[in-house]
């Protein structure tokens, strides 16, 4: 039995004695990161929320195995945002659809959520009304029958295993309703638990043919930036689901096959959002050393070409940068790259590693390893 054909259903339950005090530590975690961010200039908070919602789309994709351009993701959240930054990219419609079902949720988190601004989201995720497979419905919940029904399914077509099955397409806009109602009222529940219901909920449901799993981290975002009382973000909870994403499909399996009193499901995402805090503040100096270079490197000139490689080496460049990668990369010519790599040698800001003249290879002379 599932947990939406339970009699109670969705009267969910929980151990506060077990709950509260960790969500008392993550509270406190919150606070003290988003008062450290605040302690920053303001161009260092825009770079930490520049990073921080790049990483959480990039990774919310990734956990449903699909991947994303960074440098179009981040060229599509600087332009919305309005931020100055260098090395920008074209960003085709796929990603800014999948920004802007992003933005409106943050920069919008106190607005009710609506079953109109669901259908625009899920539209935003799905422009050409297709999935990587076929074409679904979109914007608008999904219409299975009982013959064929929403599955959460794993393994090959001979042998596949059935780790969830969704409610029946005849009770969604029942369902919903009764989420919305709740998601829009003024419970005294804490934002942050209220976030661990929603998602857990809205996956129970499972309303469109494709992209709950998005959706749902979506909204949980939209809950956590109103319990920090910000638009910014400065942690990713999708990284984090990311990394433990075998534990994440584990939980969710086993609550929704449980009982209402979801307490374990509570306790796991709780110390998924610690650790995504705790990540965080980690990164924190990455923010920085980015933010500081960036200043030092307004003193020199650079080329669009130039601006586009150094964010590349900034942001964690894979591999050696040669003058065949970065040729390839900004799509210029061997005899071009070599210039410029030149030419910002001889600025001060690259310099050339060990090797032969076959293997020279370069790095940004600030950040080189002692």
Not at 20 to 33: E, F, H, N, T, Y
Not at 247 to 266: F, N
Request: hydrophobic share 40%; net charge neutral; charged share 25%.
């Amino acid at each position: 039995m599932y947990l939406y054909q339970d009699m109670n259903w969705p009267n969910f339950t929980w151990d506060n004695d077990l709950v509260m005090p960790l969500l008392s530590d993550i509270k406190g975690m919150q606070g003290r990161l988003v008062g450290k961010m605040e302690g920053l200039g303001f161009s260092l908070q825009e770079e930490a929320n520049l990073q921080t919602m790049t990483i959480e789309i990039l990774k919310s994709n990734e956990i449903e195995g699909e991947h994303l351009d960074a440098e179009q993701v981040r060229s599509s959240i600087a332009k919305r945002l309005g931020l100055d930054i260098a090395g920008l990219v074209p960003s085709d419609r796929h990603v800014d659809g999948v920004v802007d079902m992003m933005l409106d949720a943050l920069q919008n988190s106190d607005q009710r959520l609506s079953k109109q601004r669901l259908f625009a989201w899920h539209a935003s995720l799905f422009p050409t009304k297709k999935n990587s497979l076929h074409k679904i419905t979109v914007g608008a919940w999904r219409k299975n029958s009982l013959h064929n029904p929403m599955q959460v399914v794993s393994g090959p077509v001979w042998n596949q295993k059935v780790h969830f099955q969704a409610p029946d397409s005849k009770v969604l806009d029942t369902e919903m309703k009764l989420f919305l109602a709740w998601f829009n009222s003024n419970t005294s529940i804490d934002e942050v638990l209220k976030a661990a219901i929603a998602h857990l909920w809205f996956l129970t449901i499972h309303p469109f043919d494709d992209g709950n799993g998005r959706i749902a981290r979506t909204i949980t975002d939209m809950l956590l930036a109103r319990s920090d009382r910000s638009i910014q973000r400065f942690y990713s909870m999708s990284a984090q689901i990311r990394i433990e994403r075998k534990a994440y499909y584990h939980i969710l399996e086993s609550a929704q096959k449980s009982s209402l009193d979801v307490t374990e499901w509570m306790l796991w995402f709780l110390k998924c959002l610690g650790n995504a805090i705790k990540t965080a503040e980690e990164n924190l100096s990455s923010v920085l050393r980015k933010a500081h270079y960036w200043e030092w490197l307004r003193s020199k000139k650079l080329n669009d070409r130039q601006q586009l490689m150094i964010n590349h080496l900034l942001n964690g460049f894979e591999g050696k940068l040669n003058t065949t990668k970065w040729a390839k990369i900004t799509i210029c010519s061997h005899d071009t790259s070599l210039r410029d790599i030149t030419n910002l040698m001889e600025q001060g800001v690259l310099e050339k590693e060990e090797g032969g003249s076959k293997n020279t290879s370069y790095v940004l002379a600030a950040l080189k390893s002692k």
